[in-house]
C-alpha cells in the first residue's frame, strides 16, 4: 500500500513535470514568432483582449465548420465574410503603419476605378476582343482603333456594363473553372492593366485617380506608401504627351496637395519598376532610371523590376545594367520568388536579389525552400513584403493557412504586409490583407503583438530616410495610443476579463 | 581611352566574380538538401543523367504550361499524366526499401478491393445510406441489416456496381464540388473504412488480402514495412471471432508465408494503431496494447493513435496511458501535425510528440510552423514520413508544390515518403508518392540522390533492430546496384553525355 501511494506520487510529480516542459516548449516557440518581444502595456492588454475574444469566435466557427472560415476559400467568395468579422472591423481601425508594396495603377478600390469609365469624352474600342479606353475631344479621335464614345456604347447595348466591368476586374464566382492554371490569371491580369491604361494615363484623371489612391489607403489608416510606379507617359486631350519624367511632377504635386489637405499624411515615395522586358525597351528604362534618381533622389527610393516571374527574363538576364544603376547609388527592392517552381531560373531570382543587396523583396513566396537565402535575409534584415490576397488570386496558393509566411512568422522575419493590386480583386486599402494575414496564415494564438509588429515593420523597413523614418514612427505611436483609448471607450462593455 | 579599358576590365571581373559567388550559393544550398551529400558512382551518374533528362523535359513542359504538370493537378486528375511518365517509369524500378507509413486496412489497389466484392457469400445492406458488407453462411445472416447477396443485387440492378464502386473510394471527377471542405472528405474516407471493414475482416479474405498488400509493395521494389493496424476481431462464416491479439497470428503467419514465396522481401512489424476515442474504448485498446507488446514484442514495433487529428482528442488527452506504455518500453510513432491549424490543440500534438519521444512523426505538415520542433527532430533525427498523395486528398494542400516537405527536403531534414491509404484514392504502391514528392514538392534539380536517400532513409529509420536494419541495408545495397546495373543496359541508347 505504501510504495503503491509513492507510486502514485511519482506519477503524477512526473505528469506535473511534464506539463511545465509543454508550457515552457509552447512559451519558447511563442517568443520566436514575429511580435513575440513586444510588451503589451495594461491597456493595450484590455485591447488585445478584445481582439482575442473575438478571434477566437470566428476561428473555432472555422474549426467546427471551414465554410465558416474565410482564409481557407478565395478570396471572390470570402469577402464577404470578411466583411461581416469583427476581427476585420477592429483591423481597420488600427493605424497600419505603412504600405511598402503596391502597384500605382492598380490600387484603389474597384468601384472607384469603375465609376471613372463614366467620364467625359472616354471612348472605347476591342483589340483582340479586350478592352481599350482612351480619351478624346470629340471629333479628334486616332485611328488605331475603332473608338466609340462608352456612354453611348452604354445606351445601345444594357450589356455592355457588365462586360466592361468584366474586362477591368479579376472577379469572377468560380476562380477555379475560370483561371484554370497560373497562366491564365496573369493572362487576363495583364490585358486588364492594358484595358486601363490610357484611362488613368490622361493628365486630370491621373491626378484625380492616384489622390484617390492616397485617400483609400488614409481612410484605412495607412499613413505612408513606397510604391512601385513604372511611370507611364501622360496625356492631354491637346495632344501634349508628358514624358516619363514629367510624370513624376505630377506624382510628386497630388502627394503635396493630399498632405495639405491631410496633414497627417507622411506621404510617398517611388520604387522605379519597368517591366521586365526585351533589352531596346529595358534600355530606355535604364536611362529614365539614372534621370530620375538624379532630378528626384528624395522621391525615387529605389528600383524593381516587374511583370509575371515565370514567364519573363529573370533578374540576372539585366546584370550590367543593374550593376551599373548601383553604381550611381541605386536602392534594389526586387520583386523575387514569386512562384511555385523550386530551383528554377524564378526562384533564383531570390539569390540574385540578395546578392545585388536588395533592400527588401517583393513577395519571396518561394523563400522557405532555400535555406541560405532565409538565413542572410534574416541576419540582414531584408524585409519580405507578403502579399497574401495577391499570392491566392494569382494563384500560387488556395488555402491561406498554406501561406510559407507561417514559417516566416513563426520564425520572427522581418515580414510586412501589403496589398499589391487591390484593384483587380475588389480588396481596398491594407485591412484585407491584415486580416488574412492574421486570421490564415499566423496561428491562433498571434496577437495585437503580432499587428502591432506588422505596422512597425512597415515603417522600419520602408525607404523614408532616418530622419523622416524616426519622425514618422514617433508619429504612427501617438495614432496608436489614440487607437487604443478609443477601442477601450468604443468596446467598454465588451472587454473580457 | 586606357582609363575605359580598365573600367570594362573591372566591370567584366566584378561580373565574373559574381557569377562565381552565385554559383557558389546555388551549390551551398544543394549541398544542405536531402541526398546532397551523397557521392555518384560513375555508373550511378549515368542513370541520373537518364533520370535527370526526363525530368527536365517534363518539368519544362509544365513550366510551359501547367496543364501538363501532374503534381500542381489534383492525383485523380494528374494519375493519368503520371502513368505516361518516363520518370515515373523509372521510379518504378527504383529499390525504394521500406513503407514507413500506411495503414493495413488501406494499402491494395483499389481494383483488388473492388475485386474482393465478387466473392461468394458477400452480402450487402445499407446503413443510413452508406453500404455495409459481410460475409454469412446462406440462410445464416444476423438481423442487424437488410442483407442482400451482393451479387444477386448486381443482377437485378444495373447502376449497383457503380454505385458500390463509389462507396469504397474516394475518386470523383470534380473532387472540389464533391467535397467543398475537408471535413467531408475526411467524412466520406472515415465511411469507406465503415463499408470495408468487415468485408476484410472476414479472415480467409484478411489473409489474402494482406498476402496481396504484401505483393503490391514486392511489385513496386519495396521490401518491407512498417504498417499501422487496429488490430480488428476477425470471424469466420461458422461465427468463430479472433480477438485482436488473434489476429496478429494471421498477420505473422501471411507474412512468412510471403516471405517463403518472395525470399527477398524483409517482412513487416506492426505499429499497433488505435483510433483516438473515448477513454472506455481507450482504455481496452491499451490493455490490447500491453498485452500485444509482451506476447510478441518482435512483431509489434510501437504504438500510435489514428483518425481525423482536428475531429478528435489531442494526444495529451491519453498522456496517462501513454506514459504506462511508455514505462513498459512501447516505442511510439505518432501521427501528428496532419493539419492546416496552426497553434491549435491538432498541432499542439506535434509538440507531445517530440516531449513523449516519438521515434518518428507521422505527417508532421504542420511542423515548418513550429521552430523548435524542427529543431529537436533535426537533432534528435526523428524522421517525418511525408505521405503526399494522402495530403492532397485528405485537403491540406492543392498544388503539391506547396507542400511544406519542399523546406524539410531543401535543409536536409530525415524525410521519408510514405502511401498511407493508396487503395482509397487509386493509388497502387508506392511510386506515386515518390513521383509525387520527387517532381512536385523537391526542386528541379534534385535527382537521383535525393531518390536514393528517400530510400535508404526508409530502412535507417524503420523499426527495425540494428542487426536486422544492417542485413536490410546491405539487401537493397544489392538491389540498387542491380537497378543501375539493368538501368544502363536497358537505356543504353538514351543516356546523354
New interface residues.
Given amino acids: 500500500m505504501y510504495y503503491g501511494v509513492v507510486f502514485l506520487f511519482l ?1 503524477v510529480s ?2 506535473g513535470d ?1 506539463f511545465a ?2 508550457d515552457a ?2 512559451k ?2 511563442a517568443s ?1 514568432m514575429l511580435g513575440g518581444s513586444i510588451q503589451l502595456t495594461e491597456k493595450e492588454e484590455k485591447v488585445n483582449r478584445i481582439l482575442m475574444q473575438y478571434k477566437f469566435r470566428e ?1 473555432d466557427a472555422g ?1 467546427q ?3 465558416n472560415f474565410a482564409p ?1 476559400q478565395h478570396f471572390f467568395q470570402a469577402r464577404r465574410l470578411i466583411d461581416n468579422s469583427n476581427v476585420f472591423k477592429l483591423i481597420q481601425t488600427i493605424p497600419k503603419g505603412a504600405l511598402l508594396h503596391g502597384h500605382d495603377v492598380c490600387l484603389v478600390s474597384s468601384d472607384y476605378l469603375y465609376a471613372l469609365t463614366y467620364r467625359e469624352n472616354l471612348y472605347a474600342c476591342t483589340v483582340n476582343g479586350r478592352l481599350r479606353m482612351k480619351f478624346f475631344e470629340s471629333g479628334r479621335q486616332d485611328n488605331t482603333c475603332n473608338w466609340n464614345l462608352i456612354n453611348v456604347l452604354r445606351i445601345i447595348d444594357p450589356s455592355y456594363d457588365r462586360w466592361l466591368r468584366s474586362q477591368i476586374n479579376l472577379y469572377t464566382t468560380h476562380p ?1 473553372q475560370r483561371y ?4 491564365d490569371v496573369w493572362e487576363t491580369f495583364e490585358s486588364i492593366i492594358f484595358s486601363v491604361l490610357e484611362l488613368l494615363t490622361y493628365r486630370p484623371v491621373f491626378e484625380e485617380y492616384f489622390y484617390q489612391v492616397l485617400q483609400d489607403l488614409y481612410d484605412d489608416n495607412v499613413m505612408y506608401m513606397d510604391f512601385r510606379g513604372f511611370l507611364p507617359s501622360l496625356y492631354e486631350l491637346n495632344g501634349t504627351i508628358y514624358q516619363p519624367l514629367e510624370t513624376i511632377r505630377f506624382y510628386e504635386e497630388t502627394i503635396e496637395k493630399f498632405k495639405r489637405d491631410h496633414p497627417k499624411f507622411l506621404g510617398a515615395r517611388l520604387i522605379y519598376s519597368p517591366r521586365k522586358d526585351d533589352n531596346a525597351t529595358m534600355s530606355s528604362s535604364i536611362t529614365v532610371a539614372k534621370e530620375a534618381r538624379k532630378t528626384n533622389p528624395k522621391f525615387v527610393a529605389g528600383f524593381d523590376l516587374v511583370g509575371q516571374e ?1 514567364a519573363r527574363y529573370p533578374i ?1 538576364a539585366y ?2 545594367e543593374l ?1 551599373e544603376l548601383q553604381a550611381l547609388g541605386m536602392d534594389f527592392f526586387f520583386h523575387a520568388g514569386e512562384t ?5 531560373k524564378t526562384d ?1 531570382n531570390l ?2 536579389a ?2 545585388l543587396g536588395t533592400k527588401r523583396i517583393g513577395h519571396g513566396y518561394a523563400i ?6 532565409m538565413k542572410l535575409v534574416k541576419e540582414r534584415q531584408i524585409a519580405i513584403e507578403v502579399c497574401p490576397i495577391s499570392n491566392q488570386v494569382l494563384m ?4 491561406m ?2 501561406h ?1 509566411a ?2 516566416l512568422i ?2 520572427g522575419f522581418p515580414v510586412v504586409i501589403s496589398n499589391d493590386d487591390p484593384t483587380f480583386w475588389g480588396a481596398k486599402g491594407l485591412s484585407y490583407d491584415f486580416y488574412m494575414a492574421f486570421m490564415g496564415i ?5 496577437d495585437l503583438r503580432l499587428l502591432k509588429q506588422f505596422a512597425l515593420n512597415s515603417l522600419t523597413y520602408s525607404s523614408l530616410p532616418a530622419d523622416e523614418k524616426r519622425a514618422a514612427i514617433a508619429s504612427w505611436e501617438k495614432d496608436w495610443q489614440n487607437f487604443i483609448d478609443i477601442t477601450i471607450s468604443s468596446y467598454a462593455n465588451e472587454i473580457p476579463h
Same sequence: chains 1, 2.
Fill in positions: 506519477i512526473a505528469q511534464y516542459d509543454r516548449f509552447i519558447e516557440e520566436e476561428m474549426f465548420n471551414p465554410r481557407s477555379k484554370p492554371n497560373i497562366n515565370d540576372i546584370l550590367n550593376k511555385n517552381w523550386f530551383d528554377t533564383f539569390i540574385d540578395i546578392l522557405t525552400k532555400h535555406p541560405k537565402v500560387l496558393v488556395d488555402d493557412r498554406n510559407p507561417a514559417t513563426a520564425n499566423a496561428g491562433r494564438t498571434a
